[in-house]
């Protein structure tokens, strides 16, 4: 896995060192950084950089992806809605959609004080439910429902996954992009069927409640490809 992960590290620092020679890049953390001549950072810097921003996310983005396929094998309806979305944009003949698109498909981007009379003791440690608080029943009427429309329907309601203020987490954009595409490709070139009963629900389906994020129990879900021919082509150009 790491040699994997360093053959693809190293294809991207060679694409993005291409771009910057030939003046076609884009502003990115990375391109900033080997342009500031004040910074005189070695490979290794750049590589700590670089893995910094991929595994920044890497257990909440993976777990919410676990916990969405789990939905989804339930719920084929869902997808069904959110492929008839992706083909205003992309037909089954392009399942990797587009890398740089900039979340223009709606429906899948649809996510010592004292408080109301109580007196929060200077060096109190403070939790977020943010379970709770997404699952508000004076913001939605439904918390319950698997329903992603919501968000098309209140596009400004409050949402706690990311935490709040300034210890909010600073990656928010970067895991909203990266699951945007995902999810793009995933619809786009797979139709997900149910294989086992699952309880979706993250407290009672919750794998291990003792750890930092919550996994769903083990399941397994049908990938079936939607456009064998041009999925296969993809996937050949991708490792090329």
Known sequence: MRSRRDAYLSALNKGLDDRIANGSYSPCIQANVIMDKQARLNKDELTSISLTMLSGGLDTVTTQVAWFMAFLSQHPEIQEKAVSEIRK????????????????????????????????????????????????????????????????????????TYGVGYRMCAGSLLANRELYLLYMRLFNSFRIEKHDQVDCHPIRGNADPTSLVAMPKRYRARFVPRNPGALGKAMQDEDT
Do not use: H
Not at 107 to 122: C, D, F, R, S
Not at 141 to 156: K, Q
């Open 89 to 160: 944009f992309y037909d089954d003949s392009q399942p990797m959609c587009e890398s740089a698109d900039d979340q223009k498909c709606q429906y899948i981007v649809a996510l010592t004080v004292v408080y109301e009379g109580l007196t929060i003791p200077q060096g109190s440690v403070i939790f977020l439910n943010a379970w709770a608080c997404n699952m508000d029943p004076n913001v939605w009427s439904d918390p319950e429902v698997f329903r992603p429309e919501r968000w098309l329907e209140l596009p400004d309601a409050p949402l706690f």
